[in-house]
């Protein structure tokens, strides 16, 4: 076989498996976004201080270990939630840093970091900073929505 001939054969095998590897699926993506948009969604619903909607982003099967406090749930995520923003004195505020979301099937696991500012609302003086890194576990919901279903926290001082 000449060098012609060789170089076309390879060149056809070469294009026969490109045909064998699996394009890349139509939504392949969608899951992630759909978690980031719910994520950052939440972020800015929580610092507009919009109640109705803070707890959207947990399922109510939620379990969640932050530091040395006892294991809680959505009732309780919830009640901390509006209890801050309702604060007369304080204003909290959440910036977020997503490190990695994995998706498999239903489920996703990201991993990320909060960040809490609290401030005094009269004067917007700080009081505290905190970065809060942890893991999130998440579930697709029957309308197709992704909910945190379990999540480990914990507080590095700032």
């Not at 982003?57 to 209890?83: K, M, Q, S, V, W």
């Not at 500012?117 to 576990?137: C, I």
């Amino acid at each position: 076989m000449s060098k012609v001939g060789l170089m076309r054969a390879m060149l056809l095998a070469l294009v026969m498996l490109a045909g064998c590897v699996p394009a890349p699926r139509p939504g392949q993506d969608e899951p992630e976004q759909a978690i980031r948009t719910a994520l950052l969604d939440w972020t800015g619903d929580f610092n507009a201080g919009r109640q109705e909607r803070i707890c959207d982003l947990f399922a109510t099967e939620l379990r969640y270990d932050y530091g040395a406090f006892p294991e809680r749930g959505h009732r309780a995520i919830c009640d901390l939630l509006h209890r801050s923003l309702d604060d007369p004195e304080r204003r909290y505020r959440y910036d977020l840093e997503i490190k990695e979301i994995l998706v498999s099937g239903d489920l996703a696991v990201v991993r990320l970091a909060w960040t809490l500012e609290v401030s005094e609302r009269s004067t917007g003086e700080t009081l505290a900073r905190s970065t809060e890194p942890g893991m999130d576990v998440f579930r697709r919901q029957p309308d197709g929505g992704w909910k945190i279903i379990r999540y480990l926290a914990y507080e590095i001082d700032g």
